[in-house]
């Protein structure tokens, strides 16, 4: 009974958001929110076991950017732990926006020497996000970043940008 509910309010919500003029013309709000409507096949969010697994295992987490001129690796606890922590469990991303055509970093968890986990990170264009690929490079898992995720980042492309000034 309660579906039945929730069907008659999402239809009453369509049914009133489509009596505006047709007449209209598109903004470019409209526009741009067309653009960058997510696409592809529906990716699922990150597991929980597979974060305890991460956080319970991961010795160290290497990064290669693309639009960097350097690579990035941490193994010390405490940093393995907050760069898992990066990842947004309460968010997942669903589908990847249009307008997140590349990512600007592969991110690789590493139990011992081993990669487990190979992630895509996606942090300029407004993408905020990641997203775990498989050996083929086909996504598995996506979620946000959480906003000490996204300020991690930002810091590093700060600090970039000033070592290429020099």
Known sequence: MSNFIKLLILAFIIQTGCKQDNAK???TKDVVTKTNEPTGPEI????????VKMLNECTSVDYIFHVL?????QDEDPSVDQNIGFIDINRP???IPSNCKKADARKFFK???DVVYDVDVYVTNNCKFYV???KNNKPI??????????NFYDNIFKQASGMSQQ
Not at 44 to 51: A, L, R, T
Not at 69 to 73: I, Q, T, Y
């Open 93 to 95: 991303l669903g589908r």
């Open 132 to 134: 775990f690929v498989d």
């Open 111 to 113: 139990i011992k020497s």
């Open 25 to 27: 013309s598109l903004s």
């Open 69 to 73: 001129p350097f690579s990035l690796s």
């Open 141 to 150: 898992f996506a979620n946000y970043m959480t906003q000490a995720g996204i």
């Open 44 to 51: 699922p969010g990150v597991p929980q076991d597979v974060m």
